[in-house]
């Protein structure tokens, strides 16, 4: 049976409503009645107690807020009588305590993966195109007309399909079967990418970029790559190589680099690219899955379009299958740093070392700074649609946010670019932009995301399998086209975080060994958008 409102920790001093509370009701909880004042929607907060001016508002056991007006018992918490405020942060003061969860279910399980020569195994097999600069893009364009249509047109939309039906006279079936029994390559997909950098910025922008392509090309997602230089770009064909050579030194996939101005005519290179690609994608389309062991897995954690149960249900799930993941010597990585504004000190005190701690402290506050003095800050970082569905203060929607890392030690604290070497929970600085967040993500390594969703996002990604959990079961329900799994069923009643997690942690076996795609990849919701350094929330 469903209860009508939780106390998420002992120490808070709000309350969240499960369902819909009409002014007047009266609810039962740990002993105490309350009177609901003003009507509740569901996902929002009612105050426990009678607030002052200046009080601090209490959820997930921290500081999510400041009552800038009385506030009475029982009335709804809103942007109008809160703001935000979070912890104040001072050093790593301990190391919290860990008792890894019991894995023994999945430490003998494997999945069916791609395995690189230098020990990473990837849940894909892509052969990727991109560009050095923007002023490739639209080549770039044609080769993915060129290839997509013509190299895998098992790849095809339906829609495609059902406008050849109506060309050939044919059924929307016998179409796909054509497209099927035409597909000359059944081991590996093919991928392009384009962005707006590698030119007209400043260098540093150029410098980051090529750490980011470089770790999608190192990405074990990804087979091999044919990359267009124009020439005359700040991203040379140099830095790219050294940042990959860096990221990877022994590195063997083959990589393809054409350099437009040096070629001569599009045509002449077209002919090139497109000879020497296709010959690499069917050495490439040889490469079989075999089975790994499950600590091969690397997984990214996000959270996008999120409402007020994200923190009450996916994204505590997903810190189950963290803390599992971790006690399996797999690689998890938690990133969004705006959205773990108000939990600092917390992830300091886990973080392995204090060397660890002050990386995260450093990046933490040369942020927020970055963004103070562009005349914003961390606190507006809530969207329309998170304060609409519950999240008030950017510390609220931190603090649910952050529950996706579990309570794993911290064994590495990343900037964007940078690629993940430990075993464990890894941080990632990254801005709570959802593309620019996968995108990170997958730069560094995650062979496979998961996504919490409280109001719906179809985004993926071009190389890593993208997979979306609804918070709630109305989303699942409404937008069924775009989510993978429902932890809807913890705020229902009718299961718990942990069996939910458990459930991913199945999921993500089957989907890496290729047993079932995502609905993003089923979409062709392939995003990629770099970060630039610039304010970014």
């Not at 007020?308 to 993941?325: E, R």
């Not at 464990?424 to 919490?452: H, I, K, Q, R």
């Not at 399998?465 to 993978?484: C, F, G, Y």
Request: charged share 25%; aromatic share 6%.
């Amino acid at each position: 049976m469903q209860k009508k409102v939780l106390k998420v920790n002992p120490k808070d001093n709000i309350i969240v409503a499960l369902t819909d509370l009409p002014a007047g009701d009266i609810v039962h909880l740990d002993d105490a009645d309350y009177t609901v004042l003003k009507d509740t929607k569901a996902k929002h907060k009612f105050a426990a107690e009678d607030f002052s001016l200046g009080d601090h508002i209490i959820m997930y056991g921290v500081i999510v807020g400041k009552a800038n007006q009385p506030i009475q018992k029982g009335e709804v918490i809103t942007t109008e009588n809160v703001k935000h405020e979070s912890e104040e942060v001072f050093k790593k003061t301990g190391n919290l305590g860990w008792t890894p969860p019991n894995v023994d279910k999945w430490k003998d399980k494997t999945f069916n993966g791609y395995h690189r020569s230098d020990g990473q195994v990837g849940t894909k097999n892509v052969w990727l195109f991109f560009p050095l600069v923007f002023c490739e893009n639209k080549n770039i364009e044609k080769l993915k007309d060129i290839f997509e249509n013509e190299l895998l047109p098992k790849k095809e939309v339906s829609y495609k399909n059902f406008l050849r039906s109506l060309i050939e006279e044919k059924s929307v079936e016998e179409v796909e079967d054509q497209s099927r029994n035409e597909n000359l390559l059944d081991n590996i997909e093919v991928k392009f990418i384009n962005h707006q950098g590698g030119c007209g910025g400043i260098r540093q922008d150029s410098e980051l970029l090529a750490k980011l392509l470089a770790g999608y090309v190192n990405n074990p997602n990804v087979a091999g790559a044919t990359v267009l230089s124009l020439g005359c770009q700040n991203l040379q064909v140099d830095i790219f190589q050294n940042a990959l050579k860096e990221m990877s030194p022994n590195s063997d996939k083959e990589v393809l680099i054409f350099e437009q101005q040096k070629i001569g005519t599009t045509d002449k290179m077209f002919q090139m690219v497109i000879k020497e690609s296709f010959e690499a994608i069917k050495r490439a389309n040889k490469i079989e899955r075999k089975p790994a062991p499950v600590s091969k897995l690397s997984i990214g954690l996000e959270c996008g379009g999120s409402d007020g149960f994200s923190g009450i249900s996916a994204n505590p799930a997903l810190g189950v299958v963290s803390d599992i993941f971790a006690a399996l010597g797999g690689k998890t990585i938690l990133a969004e740093f705006p959205e773990l504004c108000g939990v600092e000190q917390e992830l300091m005190n886990r973080c392995v070392d204090e060397e660890k701690a002050d990386k995260f402290l450093t990046l933490m506050k040369a942020f927020e700074k970055s963004v103070v003095d562009a005349g914003s800050g961390f606190d507006m970082n809530p969207s329309p649609g998170n304060i609409k569905d519950g999240l008030i203060t950017d510390a609220m929607k931190s603090a649910g946010a952050s529950k996706k890392g579990g309570t794993a030690p911290i064994v590495d604290v990343l900037d964007y670019g940078e690629y993940i070497s430990k075993p464990g929970l890894n941080l990632l600085n990254t801005p709570g932009n959802d593309a620019e967040c996968t995108t990170g993500l997958v730069g560094s390594g995650a062979t496979v995301v998961l996504f919490t969703t409280g109001l719906g996002n179809p985004m993926g990604n071009p190389i890593a399998p993208v997979v979306k959990i609804s918070s709630n079961t109305a989303l699942i329900s409404r937008m069924s086209d775009i989510i993978d799994v429902n932890a809807g069923t913890v705020i229902t009643g009718e299961k718990s975080i942990q069996e939910v997690g458990e459930e991913i942690v199945d999921y993500i076996i089957e989907l890496a060994s290729g047993n079932v795609e995502t609905k993003a990849d089923q979409l062709k919701q392939d995003v990629f958008i770099p970060w630039k350094r610039g304010v970014s929330l």
